[in-house]
T-cell receptor, first 112, second 110 residues
Framework: DAGITQSPRHKVTETGTPVTLRCHQT?????MYWYRQDPGHGLRLIHY???????DKGEVSDGYSVSRSKTEDFLLTLESATSSQTSVYFC???????????FGQGTRLTVV | SQQGEEDPQALSIQEGENATMNCSYK?????LQWYRQNSGRGLVHLIL?????REKHSGRLRVTLDTSKKSSSLLITASRAADTASYFC??????????FGKGTRLSVIA
């Protein structure tokens, strides 16, 4: 299995609080992605990174920010959590374009 | 908007039967990938087919790609109960991230 770890695995937080999810990889892969998965929507891209300090927005980036200060870590921050951000969040990594992606186990976030 | 769309949304078959899932997409691609997701787990890559390939096999999996119709199909032969999962296609245009469809939920009944 690819070395990719998400933390925490589960979190319950209150509306309006900031939340940070962490994705850590040991593969030295260049590309890292954050997706959210919701019933009826499949996986939707939030943000992605193509190198240290190089990030770009995805399809559903509003309300989210990311940072990548090291190759191995990609952080996803919800600045002020809302109930609509209750979801399962997946991190994925890829070494090069046109290759397969490896996924973490997911973080189940509940905003109450 | 999402690139790939799987069909059907859900499929229920008996063990030993073949399962076929389809994926349609909208724009040009470099490759198309299929992933599997067991309940409560992350996605696992199954197979990648490049735009210049028409068919690819991996064990009990057979994937076809028709770029003129912008469609792909995943065939799982001799299904087992352990194949019960959701299956997603993902399109790869090369300079953009993978874009996933909504998935097909497969149930294989023993």
């Amino acid at each position: 299995d690819a070395g990719i770890t998400q933390s925490p695995r589960h979190k319950v937080t209150e509306t309006g609080t900031p939340v940070t999810l962490r994705c850590h990889q040991t593969e030295n892969h260049r590309y890292m992605y954050w997706y959210r998965q919701d019933p009826g929507h499949g996986l939707r891209l939030i943000h992605y990174s193509y190198g240290v300090k190089d990030t770009d927005k995805g399809e559903v980036s509003d309300g989210y920010s990311v940072s990548r200060s090291k190759t191995e870590d990609f952080l996803l921050t919800l600045e002020s959590a809302t109930s609509s951000q209750t979801s399962v969040y997946f991190c994925a990594i890829r070494g090069e374009r046109n290759t397969e992606a490896f996924f973490g186990q997911g973080t189940r976030l509940t905003v109450v | 908007s999402q690139q790939g769309e799987e069909d059907p949304q859900a499929l229920s078959i008996q063990e030993g039967e073949n399962a076929t899932m389809n994926c349609s997409y909208k724009t040009s691609i470099n490759n198309l990938q299929w992933y599997r997701q067991n309940s409560g787990r992350g996605l696992v890559h199954l197979i990648l087919i490049r735009s210049n390939e028409r068919e690819k096999h991996s064990g009990r999996l057979r994937v076809t790609l028709d770029t003129s119709k912008k469609s792909s199909s995943l065939l799982i032969t001799a299904s087992r109960a352990a194949d019960t999962a959701s299956y997603f296609c993902a399109t790869d245009a090369g300079n953009t991230p993978l874009v996933f469809g909504k998935g097909t939920r497969l149930s294989v009944i023993a």
